[in-house]
């Protein structure tokens, strides 16, 4: 498929890659195999994110809820994000990783990402939801109050733990699921939703260009 043209493309997309488990059972594989394979599919987004302009990507890495999952499972999807974070580490992008740090879930490798790192051209920023939650990022928001007694007021925004990421224009989730599974709560609050069939590891360009199309026919009022 030819890259179509746009008239409109959203300026930050957020994107969940998920049916990486039911993937593998499909191909006859461990139900961790399918981390690996999503891989590739990141960085083939990222090139088309680039050359199209997008100004800001933001993948699900993995939430504090999956931590739950059997061990195995667990350190494969922990590899997979360092590994991601790794291979974009060498591109024109400004990198950062958001998630609890404090948590010996959050993979030790990825903290020097706690502060965005730009690398090349600084072309596009990618953020990374590492061990992340969203009660965690808003509880962040009472913890900077309960500490600041007496200091200026700021606005909710400001104060998550996710304040450096902007507002989501265009969210796309692979492997049927109909749902944000707490993806970025304040920033996704006007974000629109499209839904890919299709697992993450059968990732396809042309299932992005029919998000980016469905996109351009939505009426975009921020509630105006």
């Not at 890919?196 to 105006?224: H, I, K, R, S």
Request: aromatic share 14%; charged share 25%; net charge positive.
């Amino acid at each position: 498929m030819v890259r179509p043209k746009f008239r409109r493309l959203p300026r930050h997309v957020g994107i969940i890659p998920d049916g990486n488990r039911r993937w593998s059972v499909n191909q006859g594989l461990p139900k961790e195999a399918g981390y690996e394979k999503g891989l590739d599919p990141g960085l083939r987004l990222y090139e088309i994110c680039l050359d199209l302009g997008i100004e800001e990507l933001t993948f699900y890495g993995f939430t504090q809820d999956n931590t739950k999952r059997p061990s195995v499972q667990r350190e494969a999807f922990q590899k997979a994000c360092v590994d991601a974070v790794r291979m974009l580490s060498n591109k024109d992008a400004s990198l950062f990783v958001i998630g609890d740090y404090s948590s010996p879930l959050f993979p030790p490798e990825l903290l020097a990402y706690r502060k965005r790192h730009t690398f090349g051209a600084d072309r596009i920023r990618v953020n990374f939801l590492v061990n992340y939650g969203w009660k965690w990022d808003l509880n962040h928001a009472l913890s900077f109050t309960n500490s600041n007694n007496g200091g200026p007021r700021r606005n909710l925004i400001e104060v998550i733990a996710s304040a450096d990421i902007s507002r989501v224009d265009l969210i796309v989730r692979w492997g049927g699921r109909r749902r944000l599974s707490g993806f970025l709560p304040i920033q996704s609050i006007y974000a629109d939703f499209y839904v890919v069939d299709e697992f993450w590891p059968n990732f396809e360009p042309e299932q992005f260009y029919q998000a980016l199309q469905w996109y351009e026919t939505q009426d975009v009022t921020l509630g105006g």
